[in-house]
């Protein structure tokens, strides 16, 4: 048995990473990403969150979510947005991903992986990290060749609030351009 442990800090903030099953790559659909949103904006409506940063890749996204203080509920607000974009999804005509008899029996479906990795935030060194991570992942992943040229993402909400140039995570006469994070306008 997995010797996996939570680490839940009321308010904190916390970097997520939701996989599809199997890696199918689903999550870039227009119906996907409609419903995906609709999940995700009524689940902040019941129980609420601030979204630091997201993107979404065709088989994953990564998220950095700040809880109001004294809450450290994420487990609740995932296993919701994960079970109404399931049902939305499959409702839709999505297709799933092969399932077991055992995952029959326990009711899973063949959509989103079950688990997800979170990861409480330490300090604003270990935030900027992540925060850089998730906006320059499609690159790294090689959908794109600079950051502002992948759509589905909150990295063009911080360039319009001045906290990356839009240059950021590009090649500039070959070299990766990459300037220092400015926290400042995110408070």
């Not at 009321?10 to 119906?31: H, K, N, W, Y």
């Not at 904006?41 to 990564?62: G, K, N, Q, Y």
């Not at 790294?140 to 609030?161: C, I, N, T």
């Amino acid at each position: 048995m997995s010797d996996f442990r939570r680490f839940y800090v009321p308010g904190g903030s916390f970097f997520f990473t939701v996989v599809t099953e199997r890696r199918a790559p689903i999550l870039c659909l227009d119906d996907s990403r409609v419903l995906l949103r609709k999940a995700i904006m009524e689940c902040r409506r019941r129980w609420p969150f601030r979204i630091d940063a997201i993107v979404l890749l065709d088989d994953h996204l990564h998220a950095i979510w700040t809880l109001p203080e004294g809450d450290s509920r994420y487990p609740t607000r995932w296993g919701w947005i994960k079970k109404e974009f399931t049902k939305a999804y499959l409702a839709s005509g999505g297709n799933e991903q092969t399932v077991s008899r055992s995952r029959l029996r326990q009711r899973r479906r063949g959509v989103l992986q079950r688990r997800y990795w979170d990861h409480a935030l330490r300090d604003e060194h270990d935030y900027a990290r992540h925060f850089d991570y998730i906006h320059y992942n499609p690159v790294k992943h090689g959908v794109v060749e600079s950051v502002r040229d992948w759509p589905y993402s909150s990295f063009h909400r911080w360039v319009r609030l001045g906290v990356y140039p839009p240059h950021w995570g590009s090649k500039i006469n070959g070299a990766l351009e990459f300037d220092d994070l400015d926290l400042s306008a995110m408070e």
